[in-house]
């Protein structure tokens, strides 16, 4: 088993930038990779990005360029910088970890980009 909780959300002015993090805990020796998928109002839950325990990483075309993945293995933590905010980009954030056996979720953290 795997636990996930996120944490950095908040509100941000369009442009400015947020970092969060995602601190997993339990089974992480089985954790292939982490990564980010976001729900905005009204919207269909979509892929941020994701990063492998190798640190190679994709991204989505909708955030790339303003967005980066990291991960600390040593932390067990995955993190999303995210620069250039824009009123689009506001959603609920949600990390997972990805196993052999399943994906683990967390439960989300709440971004809002308003002026």
């Known amino acids: 088993q795997v636990q996930l909780v996120e944490s950095g959300g908040g509100l941000v002015q369009p442009g400015g930038s947020l970092r969060l993090s995602c601190a997993a805990s339990?089974?992480?020796?089985?954790?292939?990779?982490m990564g980010w998928y976001r729900q905005g109002p009204g919207k269909q839950r979509e892929s941020v990005g994701r990063i492998t325990n190798s640190g190679l990483v994709n991204y989505s075309d909708s955030i790339k360029g303003r967005f980066t993945i990291s991960i600390d293995s040593a932390k067990s933590t995955a993190y999303l910088q995210m620069n250039s905010l824009k009123p689009e980009d506001a959603a609920v954030y949600y990390c997972y970890a990805l196993t052999q056996r399943e994906t683990y979720w967390g439960e989300g953290t709440l971004v809002t980009v308003s002026s």
């Open positions: 339990g089974s992480v020796f089985s954790i292939d990779g």
